[in-house]
């Protein structure tokens, strides 16, 4: 099974600053890597698949890099509504696919 | 716009079985795979299982032996039955539909519900 960890556990950033939040897998998954946002009490949202590539929709401020074991979402300028926790997710070694334990980016 | 909707008991008994329905609209269930995702109270996601028309569920290990996830065409849904079930199992469970074809991100989510295990 391939374990994802994420950091930090919480990111508290002010309106209008950049975020950068890390995920690391224990082996190597390629670019079989997504990123969610997840606000309470609703479901994740999709915000960055195959590592690097948004879905239609999603702002530009969300961008993804990196490949193998190591992987970055960047918000470059963090809106109000941006405040929820992060999940990163691998598809690249199944059974099991694998999230993240989550970052929790909050109001500084 | 892919809209997918659980429905089922908000409360189940230890050592019953959970009984969930995901109700697909917007689109056809004979593509593309579905999902079942749990997480609990303040925790993180958990994959449960996927599903796709033609094909064999296919099943995380560590709930392999209560889990079975099945297809109904006729009514574009799928359904999750998890057995033997205990207070662990207490979670939201969300249907989801993979974003691409195969076994690849999640593109697409139920609001979730919310499953209690209690006697």
């Known amino acids: 099974e391939i374990v994802m960890t994420q950091s930090p556990v919480t990111l508290s950033v002010s309106p209008g600053e950049r975020a950068t939040l890390s995920c690391r897998a224990s082996?190597?998954?390629?670019?079989?890597l997504a990123w969610y946002q997840q606000k309470p009490g609703q479901a994740p949202r999709l915000l960055i698949y195959a590592a690097s590539t948004r879905p239609t929709g999603i702002p530009a401020r969300f961008s993804g890099s990196g490949s193998g074991t190591e992987f970055t979402l960047t918000i470059s300028s963090l809106q109000s509504e941006d405040f929820a926790v992060y999940y990163c997710?691998?598809?690249?070694?199944?059974?099991?696919?694998?999230f993240g334990p989550g970052t929790k980016v909050d109001v500084k | 716009q892919v809209q997918l909707q659980e429905s089922g008991p908000g409360l189940v008994k230890p050592s019953e079985t959970l009984s969930l329905t995901c109700a697909v609209s917007?689109?056809?269930?004979?593509?593309?795979?579905w999902s079942w995702i749990r997480q609990p109270p303040g925790k993180g996601l958990e994959w449960i299982g996927y599903?796709?028309?033609?094909?064999?569920?296919n099943y995380n290990p560590s709930l392999k032996s209560r889990v079975t996830i099945s297809l109904d065409t006729s009514k574009n849904q799928f359904s999750l039955k998890l057995s033997s079930v205990t207070a662990a199992d207490t979670a939201v469970y969300h249907c989801?539909?993979?974003?691409?074809?195969?076994?690849?991100?999640?593109?697409?989510w139920g609001q979730g519900t919310l499953v209690t295990v209690s006697s």
């Open positions: 989801a539909r993979h974003y691409s074809y195969g076994p690849s991100s999640f593109g697409y």
């Open positions: 997710q691998q598809y690249n070694n199944w059974p099991p696919l694998t």
């Open positions: 599903i796709y028309y033609g094909g064999s569920p």
């Open positions: 082996q190597s998954v390629g670019s079989s």
């Open positions: 917007g689109g056809s269930i004979n593509s593309y795979y």
